[in-house]
């Protein structure tokens, strides 16, 4: 299956603090998602991104779909204890509609 | 509300036994998929169906078997044949399927159903 390349793995940060993750891969995507999973739960959308190079924005977090279609980045600004969780970006091939996953980014935020 | 409900929450398994997790969904979604989520480790596709009475295996199919005879309902089955089940199950939908400019789609999931081999 396709590799998404996700860094960093895990994150301890202060709150208050901005928090950067991004994604990789040697494919070309069509769509880069990114969820955030709490324990024992399914993933819930953040943001979707479908044509390279745009940046979208939903509340303090943001999102990039890279120029070359291979990578994609979430900024988180001004984290609060309740962002903590696994954030995990997805893929959509073109044209397969089959959606590949990074291994998650797992965030710890400080009070 | 429109969603995906998956059961059971936790299901528990003896070695040797088939077990079939249910999903369904409401969203009037023409694709479905199962992935599967070991601790610390990303979403791995198990299955996934564009349509009705047409399903295709994803990465790790051995040992899994799906059926789409309803748009709303993908159930998966675990089989013996699966030499490691212990894991947490996701069912996700997405609405658009088999278009060349797929822009717009995205995956809605399930609450996940947990599956543990005794």
Redesign the interface.
Known sequence: ?QQ?N?SPQSMFIQEGEDVSMNCTSSSIF??W?W?KQDP??????LI?L??AGELTSNGRLTAQFGTTRKDSFLNISASIPSDVGIY?C?G?L??F????????TKLNVKP | DGGITQSPKYLFRKEGQNVTLSCEQNLNHDAMYWYRQDPGQGLRLIYYSQIVNDFQKGDIAEGYSVSREKKESFPLTVTSAQKNPTAFYLCASSPRTGTIFSGANVLTFGAGSRLTVL
């Open positions: 299956g998404l996700q069509n769509t998602l969820y024992g739960e399914g993933p819930v959308l979707a479908y044509k995990f997805a959509e073109y044209n509609n089959k959606f590949y996953f990074g291994s998650g």
